[in-house]
């Protein structure tokens, strides 16, 4: 089954504590995305990747860190987290151009 | 870039269509247009997509302009479970060859038994 697993789902931090959200795809997509959605403003993306050692900034990607070492996989990093990066986030893949496969969501509490 | 706009929410009789509009008026000759939808805080999940022709699948159709300023996707019978947040996307080429999938804020539909 096509799957993007992201872990954990839920997450209570604190601030400062480095934290590092996995991303896995099974559909073998050169494409990756992370986007994270607040109340009232939709789904924002962080950082993507075009493929493995290729990684570009989104529209909001201050105090996020990605890696692409290896096509199934695209970990978003935070390294110092702060309250204002409370928020739902999602990992998606895609062929370049194409239909966009979705993870269930990650819900980080930086507290 | 190019930037969608959509209403916040919109009611819909159960049985219905439901037809959700989107203005795109910046769009680009060769961006697509696609449609996700998202149940409650899920991940949004694919609808369908278009660049010029009204396209039709399973699920919907999605009826372009022919200035391709805007689009509506059309729920031909809508069922309770459509009640969702349908998102109308723009998908950019970026000057430095990589696409960009530019979202909206989406509308609330709320499908009414």
């Known amino acids: 089954e096509a799957q993007v697993t992201q872990n954990p789902r839920y997450l209570i931090t604190v601030t400062g504590k480095k934290l590092t959200v996995t991303c896995s795809q099974n559909?073998?997509?050169?494409?990756m995305s992370w986007y994270r959605q607040d109340p009232g403003l939709g789904l924002r993306q962080i950082y993507y990747?075009?493929?493995?050692?290729?990684?570009d900034k989104g529209d909001v990607p201050e105090g996020y860190k990605v890696s692409r070492k290896e096509k199934r996989n695209f970990p978003l990093i935070l390294e110092s987290p702060s309250p204002n990066q409370t928020s739902l986030y999602f990992c998606?893949?895609?062929?370049?151009?194409?239909?966009?496969?979705f993870g269930e969501g990650s819900w980080l509490t930086v507290v | 870039d190019a930037k969608t706009t959509q209403p916040p929410s919109m009611d819909c009789a159960e049985g219905r269509a439901a037809n959700l509009p989107c203005n795109h008026s910046?769009?680009?000759?060769?961006?697509?247009v696609y449609w996700y939808r998202q149940i409650h805080s899920q991940g949004p999940q694919y609808i369908i997509h278009?660049?010029?022709n009204n396209e039709t699948n399973e699920m919907a159709s999605l009826i372009i302009t022919e200035d391709r300023k805007s689009s509506t996707l059309i729920l031909p019978h809508a069922t309770l479970r459509d009640t969702a947040v349908y998102y109308c996307?723009?998908?950019?080429?970026?000057?430095?060859?990589?696409?960009?999938?530019?979202f909206g804020t989406g509308t609330r539909l709320k499908v009414l038994a």
């Open positions: 998606a893949s895609s062929y370049p151009g194409g239909t966009i496969y």
């Open positions: 559909m073998n997509h050169e494409y």
């Open positions: 990747s075009m493929n493995v050692e290729v990684t």
């Open positions: 910046t769009i680009s000759g060769n961006e697509y």
């Open positions: 278009g660049l010029k």
């Open positions: 996307i723009v998908r950019v080429l970026t000057t430095s060859g990589t696409y960009k999938y530019i």
